[in-house]
């Protein structure tokens, strides 16, 4: 083999390298949002709605495995919102949520927009919705579950350097010692948990207002806002019905579940983790 020859082979290698390496994954990925928009397009025409996928799994960065863990941010929220605020007023609106949940700020707005939208609003949990994602359901007129999804506490979190700690847990600290024996910091954050529990009260109140009544509210509030369980605490299919009536329903659509395997974990910097088609007005 002359010199030609072994350049020749080096150079079309090479070239083979770089289309398994780059051109293959970017063509898997852009099959999958196709594949991902054509289900959103079929759910939609299907139920007559405005489908729109808020959906968190854990992705890995590059050739080197590491996991990213995704939740619900600001970023969500403006296009969540954006797409609500699209959205025909009189077209009803399907979110398809799966997340451990995320920041407050972005879920309290996401649950607000939803909640004032005036075309019926349904949540569908394939399999959980956690935390800041069981707020924004709760927003929701229906919320269709499968009967083994989770939803979760809404009690809020503190966080600091050291660590993440219940509000309700914080407070329960300062009821049982006495003030000589608690530091500053503690103190603080006592306080602010105190004031972090009574706007979550308050939001949640105000989103089921025209939903349930007070009786219903008040267990709602006993139930996901006070501290009464460990913030993963799971509440399926059967318990929400228990908790909310039935609003709760577990007939989720096929194509849910098919969109569902779409969002497998996948190698790449960030894929956005909301999406939806404008309807056609």
């Known amino acids: 083999m002359s010199l030609v020859d072994i350049w020749n082979f ?14 293959v994954p970017a063509l898997r990925r852009y099959s999958k949002v196709a594949a991902r928009a054509n289900l959103l397009v079929r759910l939609g025409r299907k139920r007559g709605t405005q489908v729109i996928a808020l959906i968190h799994r854990q992705e890995v960065v590059s050739f080197f495995g590491i996991p990213i863990a995704r939740y619900i941010d600001i970023d969500d929220s403006e296009e969540v919102l954006r797409a609500i605020r699209t959205t025909p007023k009189n077209a009803p609106i399907d979110l398809i949520l799966h997340t451990p949940g995320g920041l407050a700020l972005a879920a309290t707005q996401i ?20 935390s800041g994602g069981t707020l924004i359901a709760l927003a929701a007129d229906e919320i269709i579950m499968d009967p083994h999804a989770v939803l979760g506490p ?14 309700a847990s914080l407070l329960k600290v300062v009821e049982k010692k006495a003030i000589n024996e608690i530091d500053d910091r503690t103190l603080i954050l006592a306080d602010e948990a105190q004031k972090a529990l009574e706007q979550m009260k308050a939001l949640v109140r105000r989103i089921l207002t025209n939903k349930c009544d007070d009786q219903k509210i008040g267990r709602v509030v006993e139930e996901l806002v006070s501290g009464k369980y460990t913030h993963d605490h799971p509440f399926m299919a059967d318990d929400a019905r228990r908790l909310l009536g039935d609003c709760v329903k577990t007939d989720v659509p096929a194509e849910v579940y098919e969109l569902m395997r779409l969002y497998k974990m996948e190698v790449g910097r960030r894929r956005p983790g909301v999406e939806y088609i404008p309807t056609v007005r």
């Not at 080096?10 to 051109?23: A, D, G, K, Q, S």
């Not at 009690?155 to 993440?164: F, I, K, M, N, R």
């Open 111 to 130: 649950a607000s927009a939803l909640k004032a939208h005036p075309a019926k609003k349904t949540v569908i949990v394939p399999h959980y919705a956690m």
């Open 10 to 23: 080096l150079n079309n290698f090479w070239i083979l390298v770089f289309i398994i390496l780059f051109l």
């Open 154 to 167: 809404v009690d809020p979190q503190l966080s600091e350097q050291t660590g993440v700690y219940p509000a």
